[in-house]
């Protein structure tokens, strides 16, 4: 049976998220993570994607992207391969690491935008990484706070919100938040 087609975003913004087979750790250490970060690097500049926000947890990755050059399954499967073949060398083990395919939705209007914006800033906050958004290191808030990193692009939200610290006030409010999260999918085999 073949796969379904994602639906193209009218924005070209997508929400897009990598996870671990079975929920597996997919970052060990910093040094993989580091690694991730890399590899997200080389194929931006290969790709030309645009990315708005990120979140590396330790058994999945938040993404705000926006492609440009390539679609995203060829940029997913530019990381993803990558990424797999040198975590299995250095943990010398073998088989997939990634649950199925990435999942992805459209972010079709300004306000889910910010909605998704927060909630990828927020993600390590709610699983209780730490104590409040802006001191995990391995997300895009510190980009956003102190325009610092190189690989996120920050413009676009600066402007949507009319400046730095109107969006840094937005993302430390209170909420509950509602994005797409692997949870949402129904993962057992259906029988017709």
Not at 144 to 161: E, K, P, V, W
Request: proline letters at 3%; hydrophobic letters at 35%; aromatic letters at 14%.
């Amino acid at each position: 049976m073949p796969r379904e087609a994602r639906k193209k975003s009218s924005s070209n913004l997508y929400h897009v998220i990598l996870r671990g087979i079975n929920r597996q750790i997919i970052f060990e250490d910093d040094g993989d993570r580091h690694y991730f970060m890399s590899l997200m690097k080389y194929c931006k500049e290969v790709s030309g994607f645009r990315l708005h926000a990120f979140c590396l947890m330790d058994n999945h990755v938040h993404l705000l992207m926006e492609p440009a050059g390539e679609p995203l399954g060829m940029i997913f499967r530019r990381i993803g391969s990558r990424y797999v073949i040198w975590y299995n060398r250095k943990y010398h083990r073998t088989g997939h690491l990634f649950q199925d395919r990435y999942k992805c939705e459209s972010v079709e209007s300004q306000q889910y935008y910010m909605t998704v914006l927060r909630y990828i800033m927020q993600n390590p906050t709610k699983a209780g990484m730490e104590s409040r958004p802006g001191y995990w290191r391995w997300s895009s808030f510190p980009a956003y706070r102190n325009g610092s990193g190189s690989i996120t692009d920050t413009q676009y939200a600066i402007d949507l919100f009319g400046g730095r610290d109107e969006l840094i006030h937005y993302v430390l409010q209170g909420n509950d938040d509602l994005v797409m999260d692997e949870d949402q999918f129904d993962w057992r085999l259906k029988i017709a």
